[in-house]
């Protein structure tokens, strides 16, 4: 059996604990192609006019991996607790793309309020796929402690960067949009290229920024708005600027942004992407914005949220 991973919404969060499984059971596997324009194109003939740019990628991933394997991962993502909710997307896919392409994904749920954990999701894939239990939690257990080894290595070398003398931006993204190779990529290259020290609001220690996001908007349910949140509060005092990047029309986004705004009193800008986006634009934008950041020479300290010794 091939197991088709989609590049898109999920796997930037649970890829390499999937791949880390699967090799580890030895079962073959596809990654789709990185996003390009024929995969957006094939996301919008299946996606209606209302969903997001990234739900309209992901669409575009499944229909690049039909006839390429024999069976697709779509998870369904619920809550990690009352507190801890994610996009209604990440609830709905698994439908959407059983309907839209008349297909039964390999799936598993995520949802913490019904005892449905993510240790429980992986014995039921490995049982989907013929595997012992012992077999499967082995394997779970020995991917979940790499990635969480690479992770910590990427979290210590983002917070390193927050010492450098250069120009630093927090780039405060989902990271499906962030290393999207059509969202986020051009921009982060960009940013790269004039000399900015780019800081990834995904690479905290969670209960870190969730505790803080938690403390900057009180009743702010989504998991992952609270980490984001979280890492602007932590990065207040410590960078010259924040690049704000989402996919049109993002609901939460809008919110959660608009949220933020209020506590910031360093430069800021707000990049919407589309399907129909020219980089030509954005880049205008973001010159004008590294203009300002290096004209003003360095950034006006943020008392909002106390961050001493949080790193």
């Known amino acids: 059996m091939i197991v088709g991973i989609p590049r898109g919404l999920f796997y930037y969060y649970y890829g390499d604990l999937w791949t880390g499984f699967l090799d580890a059971l030895g079962v073959s596997y596809i990654l789709s192609e990185e996003t390009n324009r024929e995969i ?57 793309v059983r309907n839209l392409f008349s297909l039964e994904p390999l799936t598993y749920n995520i949802n913490y ?42 979290i210590s070398k983002n917070i390193e960067s927050l010492r450098t003398e250069k120009v630093k931006v927090l780039v405060v993204g989902h990271p499906y949009n962030l290393h999207d190779a059509f969202i986020g990529k051009p921009i982060l290259d960009f940013l790269k290229k004039n000399h900015v020290e780019i800081i990834d609001s995904n690479l905290f220690h969670e209960n870190i920024t969730e505790e803080l996001g938690e403390k900057m908007q009180q009743g702010l349910y989504f998991k992952y708005s609270k980490n984001l949140m979280g890492s602007i509060a932590l990065c207040l005092d410590k960078v010259d600027g924040i690049v704000f990047l989402t996919a049109f029309p993002c609901g939460i ?23 129909l986006d020219s980089m030509v634009g954005i880049e205008t934008r973001l010159e004008s914005f590294i203009d300002v950041l290096e004209r003003n020479g360095g950034h006006e300290k943020s008392s909002d949220v106390s961050t001493n010794g949080r790193l």
Request: glycine share 4%; proline share 2%.
């Open 40 to 96: 957006i194109d094939l996301g919008m003939h299946y996606a209606t006019d209302e969903m997001c740019l990234s739900m309209k990628i992901y669409l575009g991933h499944i229909a690049s991996l039909k006839g390429k394997c024999d069976t697709i991962l779509v998870p369904r993502i619920d809550n990690y607790g009352t507190k801890n909710q994610t996009c209604t997307n990440f609830l709905a896919a698994f439908d959407i």
């Open 113 to 154: 309020e019904k005892m449905q954990t993510e240790e429980e999701a992986f014995k039921k894939i490995g049982k989907e796929l013929g595997f012992e239990e012992e077999s499967s939690l082995r394997a779970y257990h020995n991917a979940l402690t790499s990635i969480n080894y690479q992770r910590q290595k990427c």
């Open 253 to 275: 986004d809008s919110l959660v942004n608009e949220i933020a705004f209020r506590y910031l009193k360093i430069p800021h800008i707000e990049i919407v992407i589309d399907e």
